[in-house]
């Protein structure tokens, strides 16, 4: 399996610190945000990596992580996204990279208590098809409207499960709706795991409202063929994209630290 880091975008929501640097290379404790994607990737048997970036900083994360291996890297590369075509877009670079391997995609600026090493394995054991699986998590205490959610069908919490539905940003309206007729749903944390086909995918997307190529519709494409798996993580979560995300990113790191190995 090789790991792809999606770490484009302006920051513009961190200005105007970011128009100093990529917001992915601001400190979380005592480190550049970027090292925690890179960390958990390595830390969970993922070792060739490509990093996906853009904007005006790119060369500042060659300047600091070079080729990769003081962090445990075995094989690091760079690609260039222009524009802010989305993180479906972003993905499609990866393609020759990837080949005919399944990959892990992460956000570079979100954050795990404990390392992806079970999502990797449980990954891995499925059939050899088209199949997807992305990480969730519980919406207490997180602002749902942020992020894409996905909706568990079933009357109880579980592990994992395959959704019912796909929705990217969903308004404050529709997640309050879905917590008075008691609908149980995610968050969807920026780590998904995809099979080769997911190249084929990007492909065919069409542009959303918004002018971007959303990973929501590349899960949606999966959902519909019922290849699609979410599994609910253990441990604190953040992303670091927005001033209070990445005050409680630094918060948590110094409480408990990140990237732990799940007891």
């Not at 996905?150 to 592990?159: D, F, M």
């Not at 959303?208 to 063929?225: C, F, P, Q, T, W």
Request: aromatic share 8%; glycine share 10%.
């Amino acid at each position: 399996m090789k790991g792809v880091i999606l770490a484009g975008g302006l920051g513009s929501r961190l200005q105007p610190i970011t128009h100093v640097t990529n917001k992915h290379l601001l400190p979380v404790g005592d480190r550049p945000m970027i090292y925690y994607p890179i960390e958990n990737l390595v830390k969970s048997g993922i070792k060739e990596i490509l990093l996906v970036t853009g904007g005006q900083n790119a060369g500042h994360f060659l300047r600091v992580l070079k080729n990769g291996k003081e962090l445990g890297v075995e094989h690091l590369e760079y690609a260039y996204q222009e524009g802010e075509g989305g993180i479906a877009d972003a993905l499609s670079l990866a393609r020759e990279f990837v080949g005919e391997d399944n990959c892990c995609v992460m956000l570079g600026d979100n954050i795990y208590e404990y390392t992806i090493k079970q999502y990797v394995r449980m990954f891995d054991r499925a059939p050899r098809r088209s199949h997807a699986l992305v990480v969730g998590k519980c919406p207490a205490g997180y602002d749902a409207s942020r992020f894409g959610v996905s909706v568990n069908p079933g009357k109880q919490a579980t592990i994992t499960y395959q959704p019912s539905q796909v929705i990217e940003k969903p308004s404050k309206d529709s997640i309050l709706r879905m917590i008075e007729v008691e609908e149980r749903f995610d968050i969807l944390t920026g780590t998904y795991f995809y099979t080769p086909d997911v190249f084929d995918i990007c492909g065919e997307l069409e542009p959303s409202a918004r002018g971007e190529l959303e990973i929501s519709d590349v899960n949606k494409d999966y959902m519909v063929r019922n290849s699609l798996t979410v599994a609910v993580a253990d441990g604190w979560w953040t992303d670091a994209g927005t001033f209070t995300s990445l005050h409680n990113a630094n918060c948590n790191v110094r409480k408990s630290g990140a990237n732990k190995d799940v007891l």
